[in-house]
């Protein structure tokens, strides 16, 4: 009996060791004011969803299956996942985004004291509220949404951007 139980904490302790490798494989690119322009040179010509979200925020959590059925019917589409919250909070972005099989596109991080200056970075008119995303399109043209993501409104720019 005491066999067994050693045992089967040996395999819970190796068990958690591989989840936790696992998730430290997802890297999370450190956002600051200069991060924005980065991304948008990156895809200059190319479409792309940026999505802002945080750990703390419920309906940035619900919109994250939505967000991976999109990613798997459109494996080629180009998501940008940037989380406001802060580096401290990585184990639970990995989590998160391991769970939901988003774990194979680029993921970033607020990175630095001023958030409100890397906001303002990204939009001068945006004031914090999530989930907020911006969907560019390869002419360099660009839409902000307030709000959660749906099924239809991923799908039309599925469409959008498949044509």
């Known amino acids: 009996m005491k066999r067994n139980i050693i045992l089967s904490l040996v395999l819970a302790a190796i068990l958690l060791l591989t989840a936790s490798f696992a998730r430290a494989e997802i890297p999370l690119n450190n956002f600051e004011t200069h991060s924005y322009k980065a991304i948008t040179t990156q895809y200059h010509g190319e479409s792309f969803l940026l999505v802002l979200w945080s750990v703390d925020c419920p309906p940035c959590i619900e919109e994250l299956p939505a ?6 019917a459109n494996p080629r589409a180009n998501l940008v996942m940037v989380s406001t919250d802060s580096k ?3 184990e ?3 989590y998160l985004m391991e ?9 970033w991080v607020f990175y630095g004291d001023s958030v409100q200056a890397i906001r303002f970075s990204i939009d001068p008119l ?4 999530l989930p907020r995303s911006y969907f560019h ?6 839409q902000a949404r307030s709000g959660r993501l749906d ?8 469409a959008t951007i498949n044509n």
């Open 67 to 72: 967000l991976a059925r999109f990613h798997q």
């Open 88 to 90: 401290n909070q990585q």
């Open 92 to 94: 639970d972005i990995k």
């Open 99 to 107: 769970k939901h099989g988003l774990a194979d596109i680029q993921h």
């Open 126 to 129: 945006w004031y914090g509220e």
């Open 137 to 142: 399109h390869d002419k360099n043209e660009r």
């Open 151 to 158: 099924e239809d409104t991923l799908s039309a720019w599925a």
